[in-house]
């Protein structure tokens, strides 16, 4: 749609070449920040990365106390979010896992297309 309005010089104020880029830009650093998300468990931690790496999250498996599986509101959105007493982290869909931690309240949810492997994942690697 940007790019039509950029083209086809629309209105009385058509968009000018340098505020298009601009928009362009941070459009394409969005979508390569938060294009896809991996989750990759090791004998020590849970890593979550995004897309091409440059934001992640790493959780040590020794401070998990509780694994389950969630359904997060689909008004929860995508990305990472600020939720109730914790913190989301998701791509797509609404299910989940929420992990809790021994030395403090809050939560972890993270979004997957299969909760109930991840969740088992974990509790093989983790639960002491």
Known sequence: MLTYLFLSNMGDKPLEKPAYLLVTGICLLILLLFFGMTTRIDSKSITI??????????????NIVAVRVVQNPWFWGWGIRMIPNGTLYNISGVKGIELKFKNTDKIIRIGSKD???LKSEIDNRSIN
């Open 49 to 62: 990365s995004f897309c091409i790496g440059l934001i992640k999250k790493k959780i040590l498996l020794d």
């Open 115 to 117: 909760p109930e492997t």
